[in-house]
């Protein structure tokens, strides 16, 4: 089936090179029409799917094998979420059968971790585990166990006022599986390795779980980053979508420049310092923006005028007719290209249960004074997206960067 | 006090920012839902209160206000 669906690609993109060549950098939007790279052991299948209750749109799922360190006892876990937008490996303690040691810090406390999302928090143990993903391995990798019963969740981590993602029915995943820029969720920062304000780490005694600092070694952390090889960033291909599709699938890849199947070619990169790029969209510049797999849809500042959606759907772009439109993205290194994109009616895209895969899907970013544009995954279709590990080098530089 | 700005890599503690706001606002923003899985920014519009939330891990922006206590000539958009 897959094979099949390949070779389909193949053959449309053998009857297109006679237009206008394949993959031929143009340098305008489209540019590079990509296959997707389906063997190798650095390569991981995923699906655009639903996930495992069949209701996330625009989310990437892939599978991830947990083994308690150094052992076989091992398990895999299905409908793991794909996110080039956060780092470290978040699963559900009600998806994990496998026991792992719990991380205790320097005085013996068990470790625990509050990390908030967009509209939900997660919550729960650190754990130590082996975690394989394709072909690749990550040894005594920190990961996040997300329970609000293991140890009672503090209030500091409810005042988001937002709700708990720590079940499937809230997650909609059975876990998060962040290979973004960062090497780890939290960084150096003193308020993260020192006083603890970030509010991401705690320390649980019996009295209960209190704020502190995480020293960068023992942080959750992008499990690529420990992979042996293959460890300074990710590509996710995913087909081309037009309007919606029930579900895609596609490839996770491990590794820049490392192997053959992993090559920048005609990817043009967009260095971000910051962890941010420029994108520039009707007339306005957004300095702070990111390419984001795990963001359901395309996010900016409703300069437009784009019709918004209420209610239920309230966060999301309705339109009457889809509107066909186009940004700029440029690197801090110059690097610029533009980018065409749709957004459609999310009510009347939601309406149709069945379809997972949602190429126009987009919502307003707060306004007027969100210094963003996040490219969310309906960017994903139709390109290869690398994402560059910050610190580590590749063929087309050191990370942080983006390249498609 | 009628609004409030933020921005910076975590969220900040909204029970402090909100005071006797805050249950109304979390009352909102956990009632949301489409019947579909999506992480979306936060965008709260009832009477009374309006607050938006955006941006991602480690960058995170917002803004809270009370439309009834905008002074007479202040528009939202001058709440940078």
Same mark, same amino acid.
């Given at each position: 089936m897959k094979d099949l669906r390949i070779l389909l690609?193949?053959?449309a993109c053998l009857a297109w090179a006679f237009l206008t060549g394949c993959g031929g950098g143009s340098g305008s939007s489209n540019s590079t029409r990509s296959t997707i790279t389906s063997s190798g052991s650095n390569v991981a299948p995923i699906a655009v799917n639903g996930g495992p209750l069949g209701n996330y749109v625009d989310g990437a799922f892939a599978s991830v094998t947990l083994c308690a360190p150094g052992t076989s006892n091992c398990q895999t876990i299905d409908g793991v979420l794909v996110d080039t937008g956060s780092s470290g490996l978040r699963i559900l303690s009600s998806a994990l059968t496998v026991a792992l040691p719990q991380q205790k810090a320097p005085d013996g406390n068990p470790v625990a971790e509050c990390l908030t999302f967009l509209g939900s928090y997660t919550w729960g143990p650190v754990q130590t585990a082996d975690v394989q993903i394709g072909g690749e391995k990550a040894s005594a990798a920190p990961i996040h166990v997300l329970s609000d019963t293991a140890f009672k969740v503090p209030s500091g981590c409810t005042s988001s006022g937002f709700h708990s993602a720590d079940t499937l029915d809230t997650l909609g995943a059975n876990g998060i599986l962040g290979v973004g820029m960062f090497t780890q969720d939290c960084g150096s920062s003193p308020a993260c390795v020192q006083t603890g304000s970030a509010g991401l780490y705690y320390e649980c005694p019996s009295s209960g779980c209190v704020k502190a600092g995480e020293a960068l070694a023992q942080q959750v952390v992008n499990p690529v980053a420990l992979f042996p090889s293959d460890n300074n960033g990710v590509i996710v291909e995913l087909p081309s979508v037009s309007g919606a599709a029930t579900s895609v699938s596609g490839s996770l890849v491990f590794g820049i420049g490392t192997q053959s199947n992993n090559a920048l070619g005609g990817a043009t990169v967009y260095t971000a310092p910051q962890f941010a790029f420029?994108? $520039?969209?009707? @007339?306005? $510049?957004?300095? @702070?923006?990111?390419?984001?797999?795990?963001?359901n849809g395309l996010f900016f500042v409703n300069t437009t005028g784009i019709t918004e959606c209420t209610g239920n759907e309230a966060g999301f772009y309705c339109p009457a007719s889809t509107q066909?439109?186009?940004a700029t993205n440029q690197g801090a290194n110059g690097a610029s290209g533009t980018v065409k994109f749709s957004i459609g009616n999310a009510a009347t895209l939601f309406a149709n249960a069945s379809d997972m895969a949602l190429s126009d899907l987009g919502g307003p970013a707060l306004s007027p004074n969100a210094d963003y544009f996040d490219w969310g995954l309906p960017f994903f279709f139709g390109r290869n997206v690398f994402t560059a590990i910050e610190g580590m080098s590749t063929p087309g530089g050191t990370g942080p960067y983006w390249a498609y | 006090m009628f609004a409030v700005t933020w921005h910076g890599p975590w969220l900040p503690d909204m029970r402090q920012i909100l005071g006797s706001y805050f249950e109304q606002y979390r009352a909102a923003v956990q009632g949301q839902t489409t019947g579909r899985m999506a992480r979306r920014p936060v965008m709260i519009d009832q009477p009374g209160l309006l607050i938006q939330i955006g941006g991602r891990v480690r960058a995170f922006a917002g803004r809270a206000y009370i439309p009834d206590k905008l002074p007479s000539g202040v528009r939202v958009e001058d709440i940078q």
């Open positions: 690609l193949l053959a420029t994108t $520039t969209f009707s @007339g306005h $510049t957004y300095p @702070g923006s990111f390419v984001d797999s795990g963001s066909n439109l186009s | -």
